[in-house]
C-alpha cells in the first residue's frame, strides 16, 4: 500500500516523526512523504538517517523555516503540503494520506481560513464541509465528531437532525472499511442526560431523539441518546457519535494522549492526521514520538479494501 505522509508544519515536529514513521513502517507499507526537500533532507541528517523516498513540493519561503516558531509561512507551507499529496491521492499515486501535525494560528496567519484538516480535506475534494466528519481512534474507542473546531454556541446553531445522520452514515462507512459490517452506534446527548425528557433543555427532543429513530429504521444499531458519561462508562458500542470537540477529544486524549488517529470521514480520499499538535518547544530536537503516525500508518493499511 502506498501512503503520502505530508510533513504538516515544517517548523513543528511533523518533519521529524514523519521521516521516523516512515523509516519504521512495515514491509506492507511504502510511504512517500510530502514537503519541501531542503526540510526532509535537512531534518533528516539532524537525525543522522537516510532520507525516505520523497516528493518536493517546493512551497516554503527559506526564510520562513525555523523549528520551533510559529510562522504563517510555514502555516501557508501546511496546507500546501496537504493538497499536493490529496492530489496524488485523486491521481491514483498514492492510496492513501496522513497529515503531520498543523498549527491552525500559523495558517490562519496566512490568511488561510482554516479549522483544521476535515475542512480543508473537504474543500479539496468538493466535498461539502458539513458532510466531512472526524473520527478519532485509540486503544479501540472510536468516536466520531458531528461538529468539531467551532465556538459551542456556534455549534449548537449548527446541530440538526440531518446533520446527526449525516455524521452516523460517514460512521457506518467507514466502521464496514473498518472490517466490521454492522456496527453499533452509541449516540452522545446534547445536554446532560440528553436533557433528561426535556428538563435540561429540549435540544435532544428536537435533534437526536429524531436523528437516533431515523437512523434505527434504516436498520442501524443507533442507541441513544444518552449521556456521554453514562455511555462511556458501559463502553457497550463499536463506534460514538459526539455532538461537540470536547465530547468526544478528552476521553479519547486521557487514554490515549499522544497515540490517538484522527480520520478524516464522508470524503472519498482515505486521510487521517494524529490527534496531537506540532509540539513547538520540542521541534527540532530529535526527541519527537513518532508512534501516532506509525499505529496510523498501519490503520489505514487495515482499513484499505
Do not use: W
Request: net charge negative; aromatic share 6%.
Amino acid at each position: 500500500m502506498r501512503i503520502a505522509i505530508t510533513v504538516g508544519d515544517p517548523n513543528g515536529i511533523g518533519p521529524e516523526i514523519a521521516i521516523k514513521a516512515a523509516l519504521a513502517a512495515p514491509g506492507s507499507i511504502r510511504p512517500l512523504l510530502v514537503g519541501d526537500a531542503f526540510v526532509i533532507e535537512g531534518t533528516a541528517e539532524r537525525l543522522g538517517v537516510d532520507t525516505p523516498a520523497f516528493v518536493d513540493a517546493a512551497i516554503l519561503d527559506p526564510a520562513g523555516y525555523a523549528p520551533g516558531t510559529l510562522d504563517p509561512r510555514a502555516g501557508k507551507a501546511t496546507v500546501g503540503y496537504a493538497e499536493a499529496a490529496v492530489k496524488l491521492a485523486q491521481d491514483g499515486k498514492v492510496d492513501a494520506v496522513i497529515g503531520c501535525p498543523h498549527s491552525e494560528t500559523a495558517v490562519n496567519r496566512a490568511g488561510i481560513a482554516f479549522s483544521g484538516y476535515p475542512g480543508l480535506i473537504a474543500d479539496l475534494t468538493g466535498t461539502p464541509r458539513d458532510r466531512a466528519f472526524m473520527m478519532l481512534i485509540a486503544k479501540g474507542l472510536c468516536i466520531t465528531h458531528a461538529t468539531l473546531h467551532e465556538s459551542v454556541s456556534q455549534a449548537l446553531a449548527r446541530l440538526s437532525t440531518d446533520l446527526v445522520v449525516a455524521a452516523a452514515h460517514a460512521t457506518v462507512a467507514t466502521a464496514k472499511r473498518l472490517g466490521i459490517a454492522a456496527p453499533s452506534l452509541g449516540v452522545f446527548g446534547i445536554n446532560p442526560h440528553a436533557g433528561e425528557d426535556g428538563l435540561f433543555g429540549d435540544e435532544d427532543e428536537r435533534i437526536t431523539k429524531p436523528a437516533v429513530a431515523y437512523l434505527r429504521a434504516e436498520g442501524i444499531a443507533a442507541d441513544g441518546p444518552v449521556g456521554a458519561d453514562l455511555l462511556l462508562s458501559q463502553r457497550e458500542h463499536d463506534f460514538y457519535l459526539a455532538m461537540f470537540h470536547d465530547q468526544g477529544h478528552i476521553p479519547i486524549k486521557l487514554i490515549s494522549p499522544l497515540r490517538a488517529s484522527a480520520l478524516t470521514i464522508g470524503v472519498p480520499v482515505l486521510f487521517a492526521s494524529v490527534a496531537h499538535g506540532c509540539a513547538f518547544d520540542i521541534a527540532g530536537k530529535g526527541v519527537a514520538d513518532a508512534t501516532g503516525v506509525i499505529e496510523t500508518l498501519e490503520l489505514l493499511a487495515g482499513a484499505y479494501l
